[in-house]
């Protein structure tokens, strides 16, 4: 067996592939090699490029499962499916309508199981391959003011666990459970630069994620190097989160950082 991060002749479907950790998942994809397919609701200004190399933006709303279906019937090939589109606002459950909670469920965890479901039968007729779905850390700790996101990711975290028992030893399943990374959209989760660097700080590693390094993760995942890594939860964060309890305490400061 080759063991290769080159993953030419691979084609790769991205979920919300064009914008922040999905445009970094698919120029990573393209640098090692593969064909990208990044599917989004809404055309990019610009679509992922990289290597000298560019995704193929397809339009599709992945919640829909007959367009999904359809989707699926129309690729010549799929390897890889990386089911990133997600995301939810900050909106505690008793605000907002009701409506608005079952959608971000919906974008979060549905929408995966549509797409895995969907694309099955072409990574199967390909050989076998991979799907790797993008998590949380919401998903595996309480998460006040996205708990319909919170909820959601968890139910990925399980779903992907089981789809890697029922479909394997063809198709490997496995999950990312993100930290904070840095976007064009930072700014709505953790305020201007100042506050940006001050939530920076309280990771372990001194930053926020990069996309590109959530990309070099689902390359590793969808390579050779992985083949005997199914149902696994990858903890792609930094270092994780400093436990409050050590900055509250009035004993052991020194001893504790």
């Avoid at 469920?105 to 072409?122: D, S, Y």
């Avoid at 399980?158 to 029922?166: C, D, G, K, M, Y």
């Avoid at 590693?205 to 696994?232: E, K, M």
């Amino acid at each position: 067996m080759s063991l290769t991060l080159d993953l030419g002749g691979r084609t790769v479907v991205v979920t919300g592939g064009v914008r922040g950790v999905g445009a970094g998942i698919s120029r990573a994809f393209l640098e090692a090699g593969a064909d990208v397919v990044a599917v989004a609701r809404r055309e990019p200004e610009a679509v992922p490029a990289a290597g000298g190399r560019t995704a193929r933006f397809v339009s599709l709303d992945v919640r829909d499962p007959d367009a999904v279906q359809d989707f699926a019937d129309g690729l010549d090939h799929a390897d890889v499916l990386v089911n990133n589109a997600g995301g939810a606002p900050y909106l505690p459950v008793a605000d907002g309508g009701l409506r608005t909670h079952l959608k971000i469920i919906e974008l979060n965890l549905t929408a995966p199981l549509i797409m895995a479901r969907a694309l099955r039968r072409k990574i199967l007729a390909a050989g076998g391959g991979s799907v790797i779905n993008i998590g949380s850390v919401s998903g595996v700790r309480p998460s006040p003011g996205t708990a319909a996101y919170g909820a959601a990711k968890a139910g990925l975290h399980n779903l992907t666990q089981s789809l890697a028992v029922e479909w394997a030893p063809h198709i490997r399943v496995n999950t990312l459970i993100l930290g904070m990374v840095r976007t064009e959209l930072s700014h709505l989760h953790y305020g201007d630069e100042k506050g940006i660097a001050s939530v920076a700080e309280t990771v372990p590693l001194g930053r926020l994620a990069d996309p590109y390094d959530i990309g070099a993760a689902c390359v590793f995942l969808a390579s050779d190097l992985a083949s005997y890594v199914t149902g696994s939860s990858m903890q792609v964060h930094g270092g994780g989160e400093r436990p409050a309890f050590l900055d509250a305490a009035t004993v052991n400061k020194e001893d504790s950082r």
